[in-house]
């Protein structure tokens, strides 16, 4: 009997898939639009599409090479950017393909951060550059496209701002990611992937090899003060792996720890909501009773009265009016906000940068100071340059005045009075190095 390919779900991709001649072609997340597509195929005269005739062909083939050759992580962050791009497209030939193609998937996202945009954009665009280096296309046709500009984080954490964060911080295992991020000021993908293996205690530091490395070009060292280096001594006596663990003993993710920054945002909202006397309109949770009702009866499910409905509805206002109050913290701020307190501590560029695992000390100055966002710092700092520029005029005033006092010494005899101003005269001058030979000099 002939046998006919039928299509199968890749849990691993989201998607499903029908193999002819050998080759699997990606049809898509939804079930029924697969089988349509599936259908298709099979009627037309040619199952067998051309290789790389569409866009999403060469988006299979750059997947398939992420997931042989680099991380976990690395591969579902292209995976989940590129499939949006694949439902927006799904049959775009690659001969088409050109600029605004990506322009109006991207505007297609509504009320979605520049920064999002940017990675969305970023994903499609490696996709071509790897297809130009493998030969598997003669020119890249997204050349020119210019990418959405990416936000810069303007939120730094004060420290009575860290303190007040650590209150509304009920979860223990949460609460020691945060110290950690805030004494140390590494990344937060450094943060997660910290194993016990390493630990350097000898050292007091956390050394990432070079092949674990953020671009893999020499190994990261991690410095722990003492704080942090009780947190890591307490959780690595009960890891076998990763040592940052949620309170279900599960290795924290992004998504987890984004939930966790959400649910700290909610509670601070709420707070200076009630601090405010602010309450939410009854209309509101009227027109959100109504809808979460119908939603509901068109999915079949089993009814629920209409005061659940209403706390439901309520509940999910208040959370939606408190982030509105509240910053948006993540693991990054705590890193740049470290770096703004080791600069006003009084540690060089150079050394901030190190410590951070920066290859361009620029970084510093362009990314992460913030030192705008501290007046009084810098107000400090000018009065400071202020006061050593007069001590500095005194010095040479009082170098000038040893130079006289000499002069007149020599001439007319030097009397107790002018003997004291001499040695005072004289010390101050040793102080600031004004001797006689450099006092109009300083």
């Known amino acids: 009997m002939p046998h006919f390919p039928k299509p199968f779900f890749r849990t691993a991709r989201q998607a499903w898939f029908v193999e002819i001649a050998g080759r699997q072609v990606n049809l898509g997340p939804d079930k029924d639009t697969a089988f349509r597509s599936y259908h298709g195929l099979m009627l037309s005269g040619q199952p067998t599409p051309p290789r790389n005739e569409r866009v999403v062909d060469l988006i299979d083939e750059f997947l398939e090479s992420v997931h042989e050759n680099q991380s976990a992580e690395t591969y579902e962050w292209y995976r989940s950017r590129l499939q949006k791009f694949a439902t927006f497209h799904p049959s775009l030939p690659l001969a088409s393909l050109r600029p605004f193609h990506v322009q109006r998937w991207l505007d297609s996202f509504r009320g979605v951060a520049s920064a999002t945009k940017r ?8 996709v071509m550059h790897w297809s ?71 050292n007091e530091r956390i050394v990432f090899p070079a092949s674990e490395e953020k671009m893999g070009r020499a190994p990261r060292v991690i410095y722990l003060n003492a704080a942090a280096m009780e947190i890591v ?74 005061q659940e409905f209403r706390e439901v509805a309520r509940a999910r206002l208040w959370n939606k009016h408190a982030a509105r109050y509240a910053p948006a913290y993540c693991l990054t701020v705590l890193r740049h906000s470290w770096c703004q307190r080791a600069l006003k501590s009084g540690l060089d560029a150079l050394t901030v940068s190190q410590l951070m695992g920066h290859v361009d000390v620029s970084m510093v100055a362009r990314v992460y100071s913030h030192l705008s966002h501290a007046p009084d710092f810098l107000k400090s700092v000018e009065g400071v340059q202020k006061r050593w520029r007069g001590e500095l005029v005194a010095a040479a005033r009082i170098g000038g005045a040893y130079l006289c006092i000499l002069e007149r010494g020599r001439r007319w005899g030097f009397s107790p009075q002018l003997l004291q101003l001499r040695r005072e005269a004289k010390e101050c001058a040793a102080t600031w190095n004004c001797g006689p030979k450099s006092a109009v000099e300083c």
């Open 119 to 126: 990675n969305y954009a970023r994903s499609i665009i490696r």
């Open 132 to 202: 130009l280096a493998q030969g598997l296309i003669d020119r890249n046709p997204l050349v020119g496209f210019r990418k959405p500009r990416c936000g810069r984080r303007e939120v730094v954490v004060s420290p009575d701002e860290f303190v007040r964060l650590l209150n509304f911080t009920r979860n223990r295992c949460f609460r020691d990611l945060l110290c950690f991020a805030w004494e140390t000021g590494a990344r937060a993908s450094e943060c997660l992937a910290i194993e016990k293996r390493h630990l350097d205690r000898a």
């Open 233 to 306: 001594e307490r959780l690595v006596a009960t890891a076998t792996d990763r040592v940052f663990r949620n309170s279900r003993g599960r290795p924290w993710t992004t998504d987890a720890v984004n939930c966790a920054f959400q649910q700290l945002r909610i509670r601070e909202g709420k707070r200076i909501m009630k601090e405010r006397g602010l309450r939410i309109p009854e209309s509101d949770v009227n027109e959100l009773t109504h809808c979460l009702r119908k939603r509901w009866e068109q999915l079949g499910r089993p009814g629920k009265t209409k």
